[in-house]
């Protein structure tokens, strides 16, 4: 008979082990609203690790709408949407919403996490097969497990290893889903949306993009990964976008064709037993939509630091990914080395850039996640890339 061990001395061994591997997570308290400066408890930084791409999560416009929808509605939404929670203010975001995805219908969920779970869970189940790049976002991979449908995990951005599962795997299953990002979320390169969904096609199979690093960046007015492909509702019937990143509010929303909303409506336990977000969020994220869509300046901008970085960085030498998005990884590979860099660009140069690691990343593929937003300035990109000039020589010399 063993006796049962406490909970400390259950949880103690595999934390010093996190922490002995360089995997250790720790988080920094901001004292601060997002911007290209962050303070935290330890002083003023440079950020360049937001996904506030546009810089809108503190724009005036969208803090006065936040102030005036709590004058409006409060602060919580009291009940989840299909008891009393639903406003007006989220019935019209959701119209936007549509509007702006070029679909019939949107629906709000809470955060992109849980919009992941709720459409997936949904969609497919057991005696299905859900096929997912490999480096899909954790809620993809979570929402495709939980479903219980067979998951099939396909090599990154690989049309021909879609299509072998789809082979040999999918084809005695009822439903098939396939699910990428259309950003990737930790690499900053683009989802092959075309041949997906000519694949997609060939085999019956529905193809859903989670974009959301994508809406906002990149397309006509920001409208995203799918409208920067020129892609139609039938080439990729299911959407997700989150409201947390460029649109610098918090929540999500799936778009697509009326059947589908009714369906999550119906069926997304995400959707339907969690409260609704708060009001005011949705007015805020109204006037954050109106300037998303008119912020062309904020995106060429972004597109000129962006290929500043990449010179700059070419140019010392340093090893980057094939993004051309704000994400800009800086490969390091060993996860000691990574965390090294990162600490080393905070006490040393106060920029903050956090070092991810596995399981994030792959084994082997640690690296620092860069991201620029557009109210960076080239001065800014500048002092950067100097920094991460005599950290890398100092760390991997
Ligand atoms: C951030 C992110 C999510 C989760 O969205 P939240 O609203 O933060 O929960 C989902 N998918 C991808 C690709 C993401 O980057």
Not at 39 to 64: K, M, Q, R, W
Request: hydrophobic share 40%.
């Amino acid at each position: 008979m063993t006796s049962q061990q406490s909970l400390e001395e259950t949880l103690s061994p595999a934390l010093q082990q996190r922490r002995e591997q360089s995997l250790y997570r720790q988080r920094r308290i901001v004292t601060s609203p997002q911007g290209s400066r962050l303070s935290l408890d330890d002083g003023s930084v440079l950020n360049f690790c937001s996904n506030d791409y546009l810089g809108l999560a503190n724009h005036p416009e969208i803090i006065t709408a936040l102030k005036r929808g709590a004058d409006e509605y409060g602060v919580g939404a009291g009940a989840s949407h299909l008891i009393n929670g639903h406003s007006r203010a989220h019935h019209a975001l959701e119209e936007e919403l549509a509007d702006f995805s070029g679909r019939p219908r949107a629906l709000l969920f809470s955060t992109g996490y849980m919009a992941n779970l709720g459409v997936i869970t949904s969609l497919a189940g057991k005696g299905d097969a859900i096929l997912e790049d490999r480096i899909n976002h954790a809620s993809l991979i979570d929402a495709g497990l939980l479903s219980g449908a067979r998951l099939q995990r396909y090599r990154h951005a690989d049309v021909h290893s879609l299509d072998k599962h789809l082979q040999k795997h999918a084809a005695h299953n009822k439903r098939r889903l396939i699910a990428t990002d259309g950003v990737f979320s930790m690499d900053g390169d683009l989802a092959p949306l075309p041949a997906l969904s000519v694949t997609a096609q060939q085999h019956h199979a529905w193809l859903m993009v989670d974009d959301a690093h994508g809406i906002g960046i990149i397309g006509k007015q920001g409208r995203g990964t799918i409208d920067h492909f020129a892609l139609d509702q039938n080439q990729v019937p299911i959407l997700m976008g989150t409201l947390g990143k460029a649109f610098g509010t918090f929540g999500a929303f799936i778009a697509g064709s009326e059947a589908l909303i009714e369906t999550l409506i119906q069926q997304a336990r995400s959707y339907i037993y969690t409260t609704a977000l708060p009001p005011a969020i949705a007015v805020a994220t109204h006037t954050s939509l109106g300037l998303l869509r008119a912020a062309d300046d904020r995106r060429e901008k972004l597109a000129s630091l962006i290929q500043q970085f990449r010179r700059g960085a070419e140019q010392l030498g340093l090893t980057l990914m094939a993004s051309q998005t704000p994400i800009q990884p800086l490969l390091v590979g060993d996860s000691k080395q990574a965390m090294a860099l990162s600490e080393t660009l905070l006490q040393e140069h106060q920029i903050l850039v956090r070092a991810i690691r596995p399981p994030t990343v792959p084994a082997g593929s640690a690296r620092l996640r860069i991201t620029l937003c557009a109210n960076h300035t080239a001065a800014q990109v500048d002092q950067l890339l100097d920094a991460l000039d005599a950290s890398t020589q100092k760390i991997m010399p």
